[in-house]
């Protein structure tokens, strides 16, 4: 397996990374939002919003 910040082979003690410096290099990524988990949404959220059912109410 490589480090895949820089392709070197992985250290066992920062896996799946060569180093500390790789591993706060991606941690680094993931706190500046360079990696994203791709999502569908619609473009508006407030139309969206009034789409969706009544929740359930309670019996009293």
């Not at 895949?4 to 290099?25: L, N, Q, V, W």
Request: glycine share 4%; hydrophobic share 30%; net charge negative.
């Amino acid at each position: 397996m490589t480090c895949p910040i820089c392709k070197k082979p992985t250290d066992p003690a920062y896996r799946p990374f060569c180093s500390r410096r790789c591993a706060d290099i991606d941690l680094g990524k993931w706190l500046a939002g360079s990696y994203a988990v791709p999502v569908d949404s619609p473009d508006d959220l407030d139309d969206a919003a009034r789409d969706l059912p009544d929740p359930p109410t309670k019996p009293h």
